[in-house]
């Protein structure tokens, strides 16, 4: 199971919206409008409210992937940026 410092380094870094897209499994135009279509109406707090969601989405992955088989897989997510 990857240790939450492990964890927040991956998150750390991830130095774009993009990547943080990527790493919490984001990577369609469609999907990419799906998940931020829902903080159009926090308007100047929309990007803000969106980095703070995907971290959380992230988190899960990782803690899902720490309880599977597949987790040794996914934990070397510091080479998908």
């Given at each position: 199971m990857?240790?939450?410092r492990y964890v927040e380094e991956i998150i750390g870094a991830a130095k774009t919206l993009g990547q943080l897209e990527r790493l919490a499994?984001?990577?369609?135009?469609e999907d990419r409008a799906a998940f931020w279509i829902?903080?159009?109406?926090?308007?100047?707090?929309?990007?803000?409210?969106?980095?703070?969601e995907l971290k959380l989405i992230i988190r899960a992955k990782l803690d899902s992937a720490a309880h599977s088989d597949r987790a040794r897989s996914?934990?070397?997510?510091?080479?998908?940026l």
């Open positions: 990857p240790s939450a499994g984001i990577e369609t135009n829902q903080f159009s109406h926090l308007r100047n707090q929309a990007r803000k409210a969106g980095e703070i996914i934990w070397p997510l510091k080479q998908a």
